[in-house]
């Protein structure tokens, strides 16, 4: 570990520059070839799919939020031992027209398109009287809707794309198959394959928050969403400002609906344009409100009466949830502070000194933790007294009324996992322990502004093994179990990592994941930014 970074009272202390992790690259569109150190284990056949943004600005104009950069998405191919890499942007409306016009023409979520220089002094002024469009620019993640890939952000826009030749095969419009305005980029999945998603709808009588199913099965070769059906609408608490929502927890038989302090001002971004402000200006964090955890069942589509409150907490990332003896347990990595969502401007992550220190001390950690939500509540429940009953768990459920219980949160971790910063982008072995009873995860350690350690927590003695080397940052963890795997940890996990100090240094680690050793790693000699999410294809 780099010693000069020195830590009091979890403040940070020269922190490295990253700026490199946030630069724009060129695809890599034909495989080449990468150099294996150690073994990589021959059972690995597929894989590993990664999203994120790739590409910064266009002429001189610059993108102000991470999560605007042009999508770029990864493939490392492995076969035999053998891994190979290629690269393509997502060829999106928003990437073909800002590449014709060589400027930004399509509003991202923290950078407004200025008007037009070509058109007129009035069509320019009329201009601020539109809606913000929203963007095709699906940057987050890979997901799998009917055996096809298809790579999203949240709005209503995903691309399907060919896992093999990473080229974009069908713009698809969530709005065309159901009345919602987006949907999420991390849905869950029955082992059916039957997909759960959330997304926003905006009517005359306000937000809703939707609960989608879409089907496993197609029903021709052209199938995309079709199928596809609102299960639940829930009103917001405040139909003007709804939550914004990264993801969303699912255990056998309900969806769990988080709906946090982070709120959307609705009418800021309606009137963004006029004002010449971007969409993330209408986001913000309001700690005078209590976080709500909604239950929907996912059998009958019916929302139950009962909610779950909470102090005020903000979150991005489930890790699991699963019910057992008459509770659900809710698993997520959460912060006591909303702001993160802000703090990611490009400008941000691009400083260095006592600036960035600064930065990263005023950051809420990030940390795992359960909630354990009592789901027999009745009339006769007596309220003002502790209802979770389950030994050695620390977390508690008050029935404040008889359709209102206040829970608090027990650690999913000790006190040594705050000297890592917490832990996001959590992973479980999801095909066989989802919505189960689990007892590992895997995460990034965040002890800088992106991951730069790999993590492994044993929930049962709450120890957990590190993977962690100098100027080195480890994308998200992607879990493969071993053939014929018996235990929970049988398997390894892939992680993409790449350094600000050294260029063309990328390479994808491989670790057992029992032990956490390293068991080999492949260089790839191009540059890659810190991105976001992605999954491993087994079938390629």
């Not at 956490?516 to 000699?525: K, N, Q, S």
């Amino acid at each position: 570990v780099c010693q000069s970074i020195r830590f009091c009272t979890s403040q940070v202390h020269g922190l490295p520059n990253i700026s490199p992790l946030v630069r724009s690259v060129e695809e890599t569109p034909e495989p080449i070839p990468t150099t294996v150190k150690g073994t990589i284990p021959s059972w690995i056949h597929g894989s590993l799919l990664r999203n994120g943004p790739g590409k910064f600005e266009f002429g001189n104009q610059h993108y102000n939020h991470w999560f605007d950069g042009m999508a770029l998405m990864h493939r490392f191919q492995i076969v035999d031992g053998h891994v190979t890499y290629r690269s393509r942007f997502l060829r999106s409306d928003s990437y073909k027209q800002n590449s014709e016009r060589n400027r930004i023409m399509v509003s991202e979520f923290g950078t407004l398109a200025l008007a037009d220089p070509c058109k007129n002094f009035f069509q320019r002024f009329l201009s601020r009287f539109e809606m913000i469009k929203p963007t095709d620019n699906a940057s987050v993640n890979f997901v799998k809707y009917k055996g096809d890939y298809y790579v999203s952000t949240e709005t209503n826009y995903i691309h399907r794309v060919d896992p093999d030749t990473l080229e974009s095969k069908q713009k698809v419009d969530w709005s065309k198959f159901i009345a919602v305005n987006g949907a999420t980029a991390h849905p869950h999945f029955d082992p059916d394959g039957t997909a759960y998603n959330m997304g926003n709808s905006y009517r005359n009588k306000g937000a809703f928050y939707n609960i989608i199913r879409v089907p496993p099965e197609r029903d021709g070769p052209e199938d995309t969403l079709e199928g596809a059906k609102i299960l639940c609408s829930i009103a917001p608490r405040d139909k003007s400002k709804p939550s914004y929502y990264h993801s969303f927890g699912m255990s056998e038989n309900y969806v769990v609906f988080i709906e946090q302090p982070i709120k959307m001002d609705l009418f800021k971004i309606v009137t963004g344009r006029l004002r010449g402000k971007s969409l993330n200006e209408g986001v913000f964090w309001d700690p005078n409100q209590e976080t709500t955890f909604h239950l929907i069942d996912k059998h009958t589509g019916k929302e139950m009466p009962v909610k779950y409150h909470a102090k005020a907490l903000s979150t991005f990332h489930q890790i699991n949830a699963f019910e057992q003896d008459g509770f659900l347990m809710l698993d997520m990595c959460c912060s006591d502070d909303g702001q993160a969502i802000n703090n990611f401007l490009i400008q941000n992550l691009r400083q260095s000194g006592e600036a960035l220190d600064e930065m990263y001390n005023t950051m809420s950690r990030p940390l795992p933790r359960r909630f354990v939500l009592p789901l027999n509540i009745t009339s006769e429940t007596p309220l003002e007294q502790n209802l979770n009953t389950r030994p050695d768990s620390t977390a508690t459920a008050v029935c404040r009324t008889k359709n209102q219980v206040f829970c608090t949160f027990e650690d999913l971790h000790g006190e040594d996992l705050k000297d890592y910063g917490g832990l996001e982008f959590p992973h479980i072995n999801y095909a066989r322990y989802n919505t189960k009873p689990y007892r590992y995860y895997y995460g990034c350690g965040f002890r800088h502004l992106v991951g730069d350690s790999l993590i492994k927590m044993d929930l049962e003695s709450k120890k957990f093994k590190v993977w962690q080397q100098p100027d080195l940052y480890p994308s998200e963890p992607v879990f493969i179990p071993s053939p014929n795997a018996e235990e929970e940890d049988d398997g390894v996990i892939l992680s993409v990592i790449i350094t600000p100090v050294k260029d063309k240094s990328t390479f994808l680690l491989v670790l057992d994941a029992k032990t956490f050793e390293e068991l080999g790693r492949a260089e790839v000699p191009v540059n890659i930014p810190y991105g976001f999410h992605g999954v491993f294809n087994s079938s390629a």
